[in-house]
């Protein structure tokens, strides 16, 4: 079992930038894949970015060269930086976790981030 509370979401400009994290606690943090989705209201909800176990990235094509997803084992931390923020960027941005390339089975309550002018 996982538990996982982001923090940092909020309302910020075009162009701005937000940091969001998202702290685990209950298991062995270092084994899980940790993940970032984000559900505008009336679309989908959208995979945003993606840390393996080991390290590795994937973000979804409307944030790359925009956003960045990392990880702190030491202290069971996952944070998206995210810059260059767009009005299309606003929506509830949760973390989330699996394990062994199962489903994403453990997520956080959720985040609101709202870019405008």
């Known amino acids: 079992q996982v538990q996982l509370v982001e923090s940092g979401g909020g309302l910020v400009r075009p162009g701005g930038s937000l940091r969001l994290s998202c702290a685990a606690s209950?298991?062995?943090?270092?084994?899980?894949?940790m993940g970032w989705y984000r559900q505008a209201p009336g679309k989908q909800r959208e995979l945003v970015a993606v840390?393996?176990?080991?390290?590795?990235?994937n973000y979804a094509d409307s944030v790359k060269g925009r956003f960045t997803i990392s990880r702190n084992n030491a202290e069971n931390t996952v944070d998206l930086q995210m810059n260059g923020l767009k009005p299309e960027d606003t929506a509830v941005y949760s973390c989330t976790a699996r394990y062994n390339g199962a489903n994403w089975a453990y997520w956080g309550q959720g985040t609101q981030v709202t870019v405008s002018s």
């Open positions: 209950g298991s062995i943090f270092r084994i899980y894949d």
């Open positions: 840390i393996t176990s080991g390290g590795s990235t």
